[in-house]
C-alpha cells in the first residue's frame, strides 16, 4: 500500500543551527502539505504546494523556514536557524488535491531544539 | 476563513460502550467538507470519516457514525462497539475549496478500558 515517506524520524538541534525535513508523497498526488503539530494540539499548516508551486504559505515563518518542490515530487521543508519555539512534529501529507479528498499522512518527524 | 473547535480534550469509554465526541465549526466557504482523522500513538494519522456539506444525510463508516448538524455547525463522531485499537487522538477537521487544506481542531484523546 501506498504511503507518504517522511525522513528522519526524529531529529535534535541545537537552536541557531539549520535543520531539514524530507517528504515523498504518494506518486500522481499533485498537492503536497506540511504541517507543524505541537504536542497535544492540532496540526497547522505551513504550506502547501499544487505540484512545484506555493498555493499557501501564508502560515510559514519566512524569516526563517523554507519549503521547496522543485520536480513537483518530493519536498524539503527546512528551518534556519532553529528556535526552542520549533520543537513540535512536522507532517507532511499528500492528496488528489480535489476538494473533499482525503489527505494521506506520513509519520511525522519529531524535532526537537535544545 | 475556518475555525474547528473540539471541546473535549479527553473522553473514555469501556470496551464495547458506544462513545460521542464533539466538534463545532465555522467556515465562510460555501462547499466544503468534514472529516475526522485518527492519530494513535506513534503512527500516522488516518482518516475515519468524511461528510459532504450538501448532503443531509449523515456519513457512516461500519461501526463510525457522525450526526452533522449544518445550523448548528456541529459534527459529531460516535463509535459503536469501541474497541481497545480506538484508543487515540481524534481530529475534527473542515475542508474548503482550497485545493483540499485542512483546518484541524484541538483534538480530543480517547481512552478505551478493557
Known amino acids: 500500500e501506498a504511503e507518504v515517506a517522511q525522513s528522519p524520524r526524529y531529529k535534535i538541534t541545537e537552536k541557531s543551527q539549520a535543520v531539514a525535513f524530507w517528504c515523498d508523497p504518494i506518486?500522481?498526488?499533485?498537492?503536497l502539505y506540511w504541517y507543524r503539530q505541537i504536542l497535544g494540539q492540532g496540526p497547522e499548516l505551513l504550506v502547501q504546494?499544487?505540484?512545484?508551486?506555493?498555493?499557501?504559505d501564508s502560515q510559514l515563518p519566512k524569516d526563517r523556514f523554507s519549503a521547496e518542490r522543485l520536480k513537483g515530487v518530493d519536498s524539503t521543508l527546512k528551518i534556519q536557524p532553529a528556535e526552542l519555539g520549533d520543537s513540535a512534529m512536522y507532517l507532511c501529507?499528500?492528496?488528489?488535491?480535489?476538494?473533499?479528498?482525503?489527505?494521506?499522512f506520513g509519520q511525522g518527524t519529531r524535532l526537537t531544539v535544545v | 476563513a475556518q475555525t474547528v473547535t473540539q471541546s473535549q480534550p479527553e473522553m473514555s469509554v469501556q470496551e464495547a460502550e458506544t462513545v460521542t465526541l464533539s466538534c463545532t465549526y465555522d467556515?465562510?466557504?460555501?462547499?466544503?467538507?468534514l472529516f475526522w482523522y485518527k492519530q494513535p500513538p506513534s503512527r500516522q494519522m488516518i482518516l475515519v470519516i468524511r461528510?459532504?456539506?450538501?448532503?443531509?444525510q449523515n456519513a457512516t463508516e461500519n461501526r463510525f457514525s457522525v450526526n452533522f448538524q449544518k445550523a448548528a455547525k456541529s459534527f459529531s463522531l460516535k463509535i459503536s462497539d469501541s474497541q481497545l485499537g480506538d484508543a487515540a487522538m481524534y481530529f475534527c477537521a473542515s475542508g474548503g475549496t482550497s485545493y483540499g487544506k485542512l483546518t484541524f481542531g484541538q483534538g480530543t484523546i480517547l481512552t478505551v478500558h478493557p
Open positions: 506518486s500522481g498526488h499533485a498537492t
Open positions: 501529507a499528500s492528496s488528489l488535491g480535489a476538494l473533499g479528498t482525503e489527505a494521506f
Open positions: 504546494f499544487q505540484d512545484e508551486s506555493v498555493v499557501d
Open positions: 461528510q459532504e456539506a450538501y448532503k443531509q
Open positions: 467556515t465562510s466557504e460555501s462547499d466544503y467538507y
